[in-house]
């Protein structure tokens, strides 16, 4: 997501303007909407390798995973974003009648990239807290073995389970699944060391 913001709007002028929009993405926070750039092919290949495993061990049950075109509304930090991936277990629940903006998530997973980790993990972190069905949120790095899991507790406090050991087993207790650190960066291919940070 870019950090520029354009004009402030209010939600509904900008979901009227979001959902005719047809090349780009924008995220609402407050009065202020922000364009969302493109994912760079790893970020990509984390995500479906994501939604593949996950879909695949829901498939019998009650959950349901999506990707990154299902925008999610926080009503009490007046926000809507596009999560990387998102995952239900109860029936959707809907901002309105379009049904394209879900207030119902159960868990969301953010693939980081160098321009929103900071963003990601704090300000989006903050607005995420806000929704009630939430139980898990997810950080998942593309440089490198890293993903960081927050679970809510039954106190509403959130506990971090870190993970960077390629054989990991990544635990998502939201939908009740499992996956392998080694499945869900298959095919990644991380740059050297020296050169990360000199990409345009």
Known sequence: MSLQPKAAYNFDDYLAVEREAIDEKHEYVAGHVYAMTGASYNHNLITANLVRRLGNQLDAGPCTVLSNDMRVRVETADASTYPDIVALCDEPAFHDERSDVLTNPILLIEVLS???????????????????????????????YSVDVFTRRDDDRWVLTAYSDPDDLIRFDAI????????????????????????G
């Open 176 to 199: 009740e699944c499992a996956v392998p650190m080694a499945e869900i960066y298959a095919r990644v291919r991380f740059e050297p060391e020296e050169t990360r940070g000199h990409a």
């Open 114 to 144: 160098p321009s929103t980790e900071g963003y990601d993990r704090g300000g989006k972190f903050a607005i995420y807290r806000a929704l009630p069905s939430l139980r898990q949120y997810v950080l998942v790095a593309q440089d490198r």
